[in-house]
C-alpha cells in the first residue's frame, strides 16, 4: 500500500522513520551547522570548546594559504610564449618557456605572450607620386612578436600602430618614385638606356619593409616585421579610361616602332650588301685598269724597240693592225688606193672562201704602197 494511502493508522512519511522518529535529512543538515558552527566560534559546546574553535579556524587558514602557495606559484610557459612577469604591477622580469617559479598573486602575475604567432594587417591607401600622380595602393604586412615586454607595454595599442607605421612607409616610398618605376606597364614614354626591372613592387615593398622596421624600433614596439607585399597598384578607378587611352597610344608607336625595326632590319643589309658589291666591282676594274695599263705600257716599250730595229716596217704592221682592228668586223670596206685597184666587198652571209675585208684593205695597202715605191 502507498505511504500516503488513508487507513492504516498514521500517515507514513518517507523523510521520517515508521516509527515516528526525527527526520534524517534534518539531522544530518542539523549536525553540519554545529560543526561550522564549533569552526569559527559560533557556539555549540561549553566554555571547553573555546580553544578547539580557535585551532580550527588557524588550521584553515593553513589549509588555505597552503593551497594558495601551491597552486599560485609558479607557471608553465610553452616554447611558442614568452612570460612577462610583474610584481605588485611593476615589470620585474621575462620567463622562458618552460616551468618557471613566481610568487603568487596578487604579488606578481604573468602575462603569456604568443611570440611565434605571424600576424598580418591590409589596408588600401590612395596617395600621390613624385610626379603628382594618383595611385591606389593594397597592402599586406605580416608581423609577429619580438619582445613581449615592449609589445605589452611600450604602445597602447601594437597593432594601429604597425598599421600607421605601415601607411607612412608606403606613403614615403610611393612618394619618392615617379609614376613609371612604380607602375612599368602604365608607362607613356620609355625611358632610353634605362634598365628593366624584373618586379618593381617588389623592390619598392622591401624599402617600405626597411621603414616600417626602422619606425617600430623607434617606437620599441616590439614588433618584427616578416613581410610586406604591394598586393596590387593601380591607378583609381576615375583615370582609369585616361591610363587605358595613354596604354593604347604607346602599344600603337610601338607597333609602328617595330616595323619601322623590321624595315631597317631588311633594307640596311641589302645595302649593305649591294655597297659591298659595288666596291668589289670598283676594286676589281681597278686592277683590271692597272693590269691593261701595265701591258699597254710593256707593249709599247717592245714596240718602241722594234721600231728602233726596223722603222718602216713597225710602221706598216702596226697601220695594218690598226685597220685590221677597226674594219675586221664591218662589211663596208673604206677603199684608200683612189680606184687604182679592185677591192671585194664582203657581203653578209658570203662564203668563207671569199676574201676577207681585212686581207682586201690589206692588199689595197700592199699595192699602193708598191706604187708609190714605182714612183
Avoid at 608607362?187 to 622591401?206: D, K, M, T
Amino acid at each position: 500500500m502507498a505511504w500516503n494511502e488513508p487507513g492504516g493508522g498514521k500517515p507514513r512519511d518517507p523523510w521520517r522513520d515508521n516509527g515516528g522518529g526525527k527526520n534524517d535529512l534534518d539531522d544530518a543538515i542539523n549536525r553540519l551547522k554545529e560543526r561550522f558552527g564549533r569552526l569559527f566560534g559560533g557556539g555549540g559546546g561549553g566554555g571547553g570548546s573555546g580553544g578547539a574553535s580557535g585551532g580550527g579556524i588557524f588550521m584553515a587558514i593553513a589549509g588555505l594559504l597552503i593551497a594558495w602557495l601551491l597552486f599560485d606559484s609558479w607557471v608553465q610557459i610553452d616554447a611558442r610564449q614568452q612570460g612577462v612577469v610583474l610584481r605588485f604591477g611593476e615589470y620585474s622580469r621575462s620567463m622562458t618557456p618552460g616551468f618557471n617559479l613566481k610568487w603568487p598573486r596578487p604579488v606578481e602575475s604573468v602575462t603569456k605572450v604568443d611570440a611565434t604567432q605571424i600576424r598580418s594587417i591590409s589596408d588600401t591607401v590612395r596617395m600621390l607620386t613624385r610626379d603628382e600622380n594618383i595611385v591606389q595602393v593594397e597592402f599586406n604586412v605580416q608581423y609577429q612578436v619580438d619582445n613581449a615586454t615592449q609589445f605589452l607595454y611600450s604602445t597602447r595599442d601594437p597593432d594601429e600602430t604597425l598599421k600607421q607605421a605601415a601607411e607612412s612607409a608606403v606613403r614615403e616610398v610611393i612618394g619618392s618614385n615617379n609614376l613609371d618605376a612604380i607602375m612599368p606597364d602604365q608607362r607613356v614614354e620609355p625611358v632610353a638606356g634605362e634598365a628593366a626591372v624584373a618586379n618593381p613592387s617588389a623592390e619598392l615593398a622591401l624599402q617600405a619593409k626597411k621603414v616600417v622596421q626602422g619606425t617600430l624600433e623607434r617606437y620599441d614596439a616590439g614588433l618584427l616585421v616578416t613581410e610586406l607585399n604591394f598586393q596590387n597598384v593601380r591607378p583609381p578607378q576615375e583615370v582609369k579610361d585616361s591610363f587605358d587611352d595613354a596604354i593604347s597610344a604607346r602599344e600603337d608607336r610601338q607597333r609602328a616602332s617595330n616595323i619601322a625595326d623590321a624595315y631597317a632590319k631588311r633594307v640596311v643589309p641589302e645595302a649593305r650588301g649591294e655597297a659591298a658589291r659595288i666596291l668589289a666591282e670598283a676594286k676589281g676594274y681597278k686592277a683590271e685598269r692597272i693590269a691593261r695599263a701595265e701591258g699597254d705600257a710593256q707593249r709599247f716599250d717592245l714596240i718602241a724597240t722594234e721600231y728602233r730595229a726596223a722603222p718602216e716596217v713597225t710602221r706598216k704592221r702596226l697601220y695594218i693592225e690598226a685597220m685590221q682592228q677597226v674594219i675586221g668586223d664591218t662589211p663596208k670596206v673604206i677603199d684608200f688606193t683612189n680606184g687604182k685597184n679592185l677591192l671585194q666587198i664582203p657581203v653578209p652571209g658570203a662564203s668563207a672562201s671569199a676574201p676577207s675585208a681585212t686581207q682586201a684593205a690589206a692588199a689595197g695597202i700592199s699595192a699602193t704602197e708598191a706604187d708609190k715605191g714605182g714612183q
